[in-house]
């Protein structure tokens, strides 16, 4: 049986799971969706089109799914699809799609959004990511497994953060940021790997391989697209293939410091 508080506010039409907990003055749109087990706090708003997977704890005053922060929006049917046990915070912000984006905002599982996050429309978020409070990511953003975002930190649109990589706080990122790197500053620029977080989940066979790759991409002064494509023509290492077949691929440019010796 679900626990809702007589407080709530319900309409008709709603998909209301097993197991669900609703607070008080919380509104729920009649199109939403909510899956087993998840807790949904006092005066949280799910608007729209949103679904909600399984066993999400979501804090009070989140609004989730109201319509996108876009002049072009016209009230097409666009969508929020949140996946299972993830945790969000007060005050977070997450925005569906838009018809120019495909329409949908995705967010996946086991990710960790602190007080005041932001997602804007046609964002793509893995699994297993954290962003710290108030970061806050303008539409078509796509961030890969496990990456980080630093607290009080803004992307543009459009960028592309890959798997394993991490923003620091207070940073600014305007171009993609390639797996396994991380990136500091304002504007944002490549510092070297996310060490501590590829030792938590990488043997040390392939962080020596991501090393030796990322000496050959961002220390040598060459061409940068050119070196990727060279080294991915010779190496074995799974995670150096992602790596160089980011940078290759990237429409925004990597924003590294180049080496004018």
Known sequence: MSNISPLAVIEAGAVIGEDVEIGPFCFISGKAKIGRGTKIAASTCVYGNTTIGEYNDIFSHAVLGSIPQDLKYAGEEVE???GDYNKIREFTLFNPGTAGG????VVGSYNLFMGY???GHDVIIGDHCILANAATLAGHV???NYAVIGG???IHQFVKIGEYAMIAGASALSQDVP???LAEGNRAVLRGLNLNGLRRHVERNDIDALRSAYRELFETG???QEQAVAILEETTSEFVKNLCTFIVNTKRGIPYE???S
């Open 117 to 119: 996050v932001h997602l």
């Open 258 to 260: 180049r080496n004018q």
């Open 222 to 224: 060459k061409p940068l």
């Open 142 to 144: 796509e961030m890969g």
């Open 179 to 181: 797996p396994y790197c």
């Open 80 to 82: 929020l699809i949140i």
């Open 152 to 154: 009080m930190t803004p």
């Open 102 to 105: 495909g329409g949908k905002t």
